[in-house]
């Protein structure tokens, strides 16, 4: 059955099912391309300054000119947007360094593939908000470079594989300590504190990160972005991911045993209330 969502490919707008791209696509060769997701509430983006920042860092950090105004990225997503129904979606935006006619490790000059489709956003159900979720430890053995928002994922597509098939996210560790979600951010809350990883090259500092830590601010909750063991995690009271599709959800088992008391827990609560808030009125 054909795929009824738009597609934007270098210029044009098409149904997703008639978009094609060149097997010589350095993004598929290599993955040398980088990517956003940005979520809309009720046809309105959230945060897409915030996303266009950090797309913009992606880029620089693997040396690639976009070549393209912001007015006119925000056209595409915005174009993309109101074509699949507007309301709430996400739009995902990648950008390879472009289809050369040989496959060269050295970076070619040349057209960037620009491409954008629309993603159905999880958010927080009632299930969810009832019993949260369970997630696994997994060993974290990606590159040095985490905080590039990279689309060669396979090292995250491993802790998944090793997560199991009853988590639904890898929490990986590294070091003995937490950095992120396969694909996701970790919070923990331990003794009245929530702990994040520091933004650093092991993490990929989300948008959703950012406004959790601004939402704990508003809330008077003590919090740190800092090195947090294993043991911590295996120990705390609660533990969120965060992301922009997932909003943030509760982890309430991990490797099979209960998270606190088993079910979402206060904090979280909190939380999640006020990022609800905070959604309504963007």
């Known amino acids: 059955m054909n795929d009824t969502r738009t597609a934007y490919l270098n210029g044009e707008f098409m149904p997703l099912s008639q978009a094609r791209i060149s097997p010589m696509d350095r993004g598929f060769l290599f993955g040398d391309s980088v990517y956003e997701v940005i979520p809309a509430y009720d046809g309105r983006f959230f945060r897409l300054e915030a996303h266009i920042e950090r797309l913009h860092r992606s880029l620089d950090e693997i040396r690639l000119d976009l070549g393209m105004a912001d007015s006119d990225l925000r056209s595409i997503v915005e174009n993309v947007k109101d074509r699949d129904g507007g309301g709430d979606i996400a739009i995902y935006i990648q950008v390879s360094r472009g289809a050369p006619t040989t ?51 396979l090292a995250n597509v491993m802790a998944m594989q090793e997560a199991g098939e009853g988590a639904v996210e890898a929490i990986m560790i590294r070091d003995e300590c937490v950095t992120e979600g396969g694909s996701s951010n970790v919070f923990v809350v331990r003794d009245d504190r929530v702990l994040t990883a520091p933004r650093d090259h092991r993490i990929l500092a989300g948008i959703t990160r950012d406004v959790v830590l601004e939402v704990l601010g508003e809330l008077s909750i003590e919090s740190s972005e800092e090195q947090i063991p294993e043991s911590a995690l295996h120990s705390a009271d609660e533990i ?39 959604k309504r009125a963007q």
């Open 103 to 153: 496959r060269d490790l050295r970076a070619p000059r040349g057209r960037p593939t620009v491409f954008a489709t629309s993603l159905s956003p999880k958010g927080v159900s009632d299930e969810i908000r009832d019993h949260g979720v369970p997630a696994a430890t997994a060993r974290d053995i990606r590159w040095g470079a985490c905080h590039i928002k990279s689309t060669a994922l």
């Open 240 to 278: 969120w991911i965060t992301s922009s599709t997932r909003e943030v959800w509760p982890v309430t088992a991990l490797d099979g045993d209960a998270v606190g008391n088993g079910i979402p827990g206060p904090v979280w609560r909190a939380v999640d209330a006020r990022y609800q808030d905070v």
